[in-house]
């Protein structure tokens, strides 16, 4: 076994423990309030924005009303955030980071830590080493979405061509009921002449029976 085998798994291991560092140092701190889920996102949000309403945070966030509204009354419970009235529009409230909230946004857990026991030779390596996976995880990650666009429009043009297709046999079967129904319309006259025909012949026999009676009489 050569020392590149087992690479992926150490950096997924490393990767699965520095999240778990993460939400560890944030239940510790902020009862696990995380900065890119739920309530944290919301003060990531104010924290850019400084002060906003509660409509358009809404549509920063792409969150319904009704989630929202849930979130900041729990954030507002914990002292986190405050909310009035827009002195422009009494119908609308303003959400503002309180000093705890700014603390939220200024607090970051310790990752120096990590690297604490590395010479500045092994960091400079580790950087430089990062960097390289970052640029292919960017250049997988763009491959692999373009990959999935040419397939989402090879899907569309698939579904125009059976679109087409399927009009097409519409148009065929309503042909084929246009003949089938002027089938039916010479069927019909040809059952009409029929009859007539018939009863033309009628006709003639009475005719004959008549003369025969004649020359019997006669």
């Known amino acids: 076994m050569n020392g590149t085998e087992n690479l992926p798994e150490i950096f997924l291991e490393t990767h699965h423990l520095m999240h778990e560092y993460h939400m560890a140092w944030y239940r510790k701190n902020y009862g696990g309030i995380d900065p890119r889920h739920g309530q944290g996102r919301i003060l990531t949000a104010l924290g850019r924005v400084n002060s906003v309403t509660q409509k358009e945070l809404g549509f920063i966030l792409s969150m319904r009303p009704q989630s929202l509204g ?36 200024q607090s970051r857990p310790y990752y120096e830590a990590l690297f604490s026991k590395m010479s500045e030779t092994e960091r400079k390596n580790l950087r430089r080493s ?9 250049e997988l990650t763009i491959a692999l979405k ?24 519409g148009e065929n079967n309503t042909n084929v009921g246009e003949n089938n129904t002027n089938v039916g319309e010479n069927n019909t006259n040809v059952g009409e002449n029929n009859t007539n025909v018939g009863e033309n012949n009628t006709n003639v026999d009475e005719n004959n029976t008549n003369v025969d009676e004649n020359n019997t009489n006669s």
């Open 70 to 105: 849930e979130l900041l009354q729990k954030l507002e419970a914990n002292g986190y955030i405050s909310r009035r009235r827009s002195p422009k529009d009494k119908r609308s409230l303003i959400i503002e980071l309180t000093e705890k909230g700014e603390q939220f946004q």
């Open 130 to 138: 990062l960097k390289k996976i970052s640029k292919k995880l960017e």
């Open 146 to 169: 373009n990959n999935d666009d040419e397939n989402n429009t090879n899907s569309g043009e698939n579904n125009i061509n059976v679109g087409e297709n399927n009009t097409n046999v």
